[in-house]
């Protein structure tokens, strides 16, 4: 097995100080009733704080409960709610690991929301996945809009209180950020309409004013769309770059999420396939990345940090099926010499000698 250089290496930007340059990036679990974390999130996220992750970032957390994508999603429009993320942030601290949370608002996506809304009246597609015919948003007015911009505010100022290391802003996916930026779902005729990043840009500076000045931004973009139709990463980087001059301290950089993916329009979907996003990114707007896309293979993501094309890298199912995913890397590259392993429990030493 090659030598792992990077991947273990401490990371800092502002005041987040990691441990190592390995991400659990958002991944919904569907297991929230009324917008509440409970015991499978707590477990969940504590379980990867133990097996060595450098950053956790909590799962898309919705602004309001019509910005859920599924009843079951978790929200952060209330305290109760905050609260209850304050025992997991806690958790995850006392075992070792940074903690951010991914603030959204679903738009279109919100398929058993009644009252859906999106920049634009288009839905999603016209049939989702068990084939039902999808719901047609109802087009935010533009005091709706900036009522949403407040919205976001409230629940970053909420994370913040709760005790979270860094915030990231859900800008990806075809969730409202990207809804509003895309072309293809944003046809008003407003100020939202006639610049697409603006709302993106208000959302971005308003949270930037309830975080602390040494508290790191995360925005996740789509760097390009793999539907029909779907804009090139000539002009994600060119989002990207409105969005770093916003305030955003580093970029999750991801693609797709406009639709069903559309030939010629995405790259083939193999390891690393979205690596190349993730560094076009960072060469145009100078700031750190975290690249995504089945990263899974230790070797393979840290070839990515020492090719310079990333800062950080998101680990996904990886980490779904192992929580112990970094210890189980650094095993299997020093199982000669238990002396050179890192992060490791003290109850669960003997498990690496």
């Known amino acids: 097995m090659a030598k792992i250089r990077q991947l273990f290496t401490p990371f800092s930007i502002k005041n987040l100080e990691l441990k190592n340059r390995v991400v659990m990036p958002p991944m919904c679990q569907y297991s929230a009733t009324d917008g509440m974390p409970n015991d ?28 859920r994508i599924s009843p079951n999603c978790l929200g952060l429009w209330n305290d109760a709610q905050k609260d209850a993320f304050k025992k997991i942030v806690d958790s ?68 913040v209180d709760a ?15 990207h809804q509003f930026y895309s072309p293809k779902s944003n046809q008003r005729n407003d100020e939202y309409g006639q610049d697409k990043a603006l709302f993106g840009v208000e959302v971005i500076k308003a949270c930037k004013a309830v975080m ?4 790191p931004l995360i925005v996740r973009i ?24 916003a305030g955003a301290d580093m970029l999750d950089v991801s693609g797709g999420g406009d639709g069903v993916l559309h030939k010629g329009n995405h790259p083939e979907i193999c390891a690393g396939y979205q690596v190349s996003l993730a560094r076009k990114v960072k060469e145009v707007t100078g700031k750190p990345v975290i690249a995504v896309g089945l990263l899974d293979n230790p070797a393979l993501a840290d070839h990515v940090l020492c090719a310079g094309d990333a800062d950080l890298v998101a680990v996904g199912r990886g980490l779904l099926r192992d929580p112990y995913w970094v ?9 000669s010499d238990s002396s050179e392993m890192q992060f490791v429990p003290r109850q669960y030493e003997r498990g690496f000698m």
Do not use: C
């Open 40 to 67: 499978w999130h707590f477990v969940h996220y504590t379980s990867r704080a133990v097996g060595g992750v450098g950053l956790i970032i909590v799962e898309m957390t919705n602004v309001a409960p019509n910005g």
């Open 92 to 159: 995850v601290h006392a075992h070792g690991a940074k903690i951010a949370i991914q603030i959204a608002h679903a738009g279109r996506k919100a398929q058993d929301e009644p009252n859906a809304v999106a920049p634009s009246p288009i839905h999603y597609g016209e049939l989702d996945y068990a084939g039902q015919n999808l719901i047609t948003p109802r087009e935010l007015s533009t005091q709706e809009a900036k009522d949403l911009v407040q919205a976001f505010t409230n629940s970053v100022k909420r994370a």
């Open 163 to 177: 005790g979270f290391d860094a915030i990231e802003l859900h800008a990806a996916h075809g969730y409202l950020i």
């Open 212 to 215: 602390p000045a040494d508290m």
């Open 222 to 245: 789509s760097a390009q769309e793999y539907g029909k139709d779907g804009f090139d990463s000539d002009y994600g980087v060119e989002i990207a770059k409105r969005f770093a001059d």
């Open 327 to 335: 210890l189980n890397a650094q095993y299997q590259q020093n199982r």
